[in-house]
Antibody
């Protein structure tokens, strides 16, 4: 059974930093591209980071580029999202998501999410 | 960036009815369109990808259609477990974007 379990969310002040983790199991983690997707309090879904299966390629939307860094440790079957210079608009539920086979850009499995609140 | 416009924003229907949700892309995305279902308090689940391919385990009462810029998700004979929110997403490369969602409620 594919399982993605996020952790690391919490309350952070504006300008602060936080690192999220996602533990993967039930599939060959190193064979799949992965992403982080967030859902705002208004329930809007936003893709925030992509990483290739080997970790050599990463992509971000302009809204987080330069502030967020996605990484992975294939030996530990774990995905990460380092977030810095946090803003109130980064407040959201953050999901780790596996992308479809063949490096497809849709998401076939999602974790249960971890909540980030950016507030003073 | 490709903008995804979903309609309607909300929809009330009864068990047994057939409903259709539409999604329009701001430019040609060929058939690179996915649909997700999200139930209250849960994470999204993939329903359809490549516009019309059902994900594993998805009931056949769900169907996707369209290409280019116009797409739709049809649910035949609504079941109680189908009520929730639905989102479209283009998967034609980055940046990936989603529609604003359609909330399907029980009438």
């Amino acid at each position: 059974e594919v399982k993605l379990v996020e952790s690391g969310g919490g309350l952070v002040q504006p300008g602060g930093s936080l690192k999220l983790s996602c533990a993967a199991s039930g599939f060959t983690f190193s064979s799949y591209t992965m992403s982080w997707v967030r859902q705002t309090p208004e329930k809007r879904l936003e893709w925030v980071a992509y990483i290739s299966n080997g970790g050599g390629s990463t992509y971000y939307p302009d809204t987080v580029k330069g502030r967020f860094t996605i990484s992975r440790d294939n030996a530990k079957n774990t995905l990460y999202l380092q977030m810095s210079s946090l803003k109130s608009e980064d407040t959201a539920m953050y999901y780790c998501a596996r992308q479809g086979a063949g490096k497809a850009y849709y998401f076939d499995y999602w974790g249960q999410g971890t909540t980030l609140t950016v507030s003073s | 960036d490709i903008q995804m416009t979903q309609s309607p924003a909300s929809l009330s229907a009864s068990v047994g009815e057939t409903v259709t949700i539409t999604c329009r892309a701001s430019e040609n995305i060929y058939s690179y369109l996915a649909w997700y279902q999200q139930k209250q308090g849960k994470s999204p689940q993939l329903l359809v990808y490549n516009a019309k391919t059902l994900a594993e385990g998805v009931p056949s009462r769900f169907s996707g259609s369209g290409s280019g810029t116009q797409f739709s998700l049809k649910i035949n004979s609504l079941q109680p477990e189908d009520f929730g929110s639905y989102y479209c997403q283009h998967h034609y490369g980055t940046p990936l974007t989603f529609g604003a969602g359609t909330k399907l409620e029980l009438k």
